[in-house]
């Protein structure tokens, strides 16, 4: 059992920037792939960035966030620059039993955050 909990969330103004953070339990935290997603109101969760061997990201994000980890610490980051508004949504924090292949959608995790709130303000 995998117990995640994001911080860092907030509200910034448009090409702002914040850090994500998602603190896991566990002796075994280095063995899961580790993924971000977001949801925005009325629309559905989407992938945005995860990391196992390599990162990846969706095209929305790519080159303005960056995932990173630190297995000393069980912690996963993300950090967001050049906010837009259209970046606003619940982030959640997520695990996924790492068998070679970093998943991209939601059914290849395991375990979930409670996510964190990012508003980002035209």
């Known amino acids: 059992q995998v117990q995640l909990v994001e911080s860092g969330g907030g509200l910034v103004q448009a090409g702002g920037s914040l850090r994500l953070s998602c603190a896991a339990s566990g002796r075994t935290f280095s063995s899961y792939a580790m993924g971000w997603f977001r949801q925005a109101p009325g629309k559905d969760r989407e992938f945005v960035a995860a990391i196992g061997y390599n990162t990846y990201y969706a095209d929305s994000v790519k080159g303005r966030f960056t995932i990173s980890r630190d297995n000393a610490k069980n912690t996963v980051y993300l950090q967001m620059n050049s906010l837009k508004p259209e970046d606003t949504a619940v982030y959640y924090c997520?695990?996924?039993?790492?068998?070679?292949?970093?998943?991209?959608?939601?059914?290849?995790?395991?375990?979930w955050g409670q996510g964190t709130q990012v508003t980002v303000s035209s």
């Open positions: 997520a695990a996924q039993k790492w068998a070679g292949r970093v998943g991209k959608s939601l059914s290849e995790y395991d375990y």
